[in-house]
């Protein structure tokens, strides 16, 4: 099977339904990026062999990530959309989860520790700049809402599990030395403002 077909070469390319679109518009960069953050889970999945349930989870938001990527690339997408709902709060219940299996920070920390925390991190990352170019494209064009709303809590689950897989693995988190308190772990009376 051949798989170059030369329509891309002059800046143009095809989205669902057959229509053409430049390389450049905001709906590729949009759904590019997704592909790219694909690609980054895919390393995390092959170097977490030891991370049974978490491996299979990262599998899972593979094919999420390629549904997120499929409602961006169609223009019927709010009509015949593949992500769903209930898939951002799966995501939820799961950054939920590693969050409690990680120690309380106070404040804010540096992407790294093992190998497998800096890959999350770095997914992290690119789940942001999907977010940011998902923005962009929503300002001009009706898409699936539920697609922004998966992405931004998948900047969540990737720094959750970045954490329970440092404190798994017994590698600190790198601490932002400049970094004052910034997240408190409980309210107390000096918190509150005065009536």
């Given amino acids: 099977m051949?798989?170059?077909?030369?329509?891309?070469?002059?800046?143009?390319t095809r989205i669902i339904g057959g229509?053409?679109?430049?390389k450049d518009s905001s709906r590729v960069t949009a759904y590019g990026t997704i592909d790219e953050l694909n690609s980054i889970v895919g390393i995390i999945?092959?170097?977490a062999k030891e991370y049974g349930d978490l491996q299979e989870e990262l599998m899972e938001i593979q094919q999420l990530l390629f549904d997120?990527?499929?409602?961006?690339a169609n223009p019927e997408s709010p009509k015949e959309a593949r992500l769903k709902k209930e898939n951002t709060l799966w995501l939820e219940s799961r950054i939920d989860e590693y969050s409690q299996k990680a120690p309380t920070i106070e404040s804010f920390i540096l992407p790294g520790g093992s190998l497998i925390a800096s890959y999350l991190h770095f997914a992290r990352t690119v789940a942001r700049r999907s977010e940011r170019e998902i923005v962009s494209f929503q300002w001009k064009n009706d898409t699936n809402q539920e697609v922004m709303r998966f992405i931004n809590r998948?900047?969540?689950?990737f720094f959750a599990c970045a954490r329970y897989v440092n404190a798994k693995e017994g590698v600190s988190d790198v601490?932002?030395?400049?970094?004052?308190k910034v997240f408190h772990t409980e309210i107390t009376?000096?918190?509150l403002p005065e009536i």
Avoid: M, P
Wanted: charged content about 25%.
């Fill in 45 to 47: 999945v092959s170097l």
């Fill in 68 to 72: 997120c990527g499929n409602d961006l």
């Fill in 19 to 22: 229509s053409q679109v430049t």
């Fill in 2 to 12: 051949q798989i170059y077909t030369r329509t891309g070469d002059k800046g143009l």
């Fill in 189 to 191: 009376k000096a918190d």
């Fill in 175 to 180: 601490l932002y030395e400049r970094s004052g």
């Fill in 154 to 157: 998948l900047s969540d689950y």
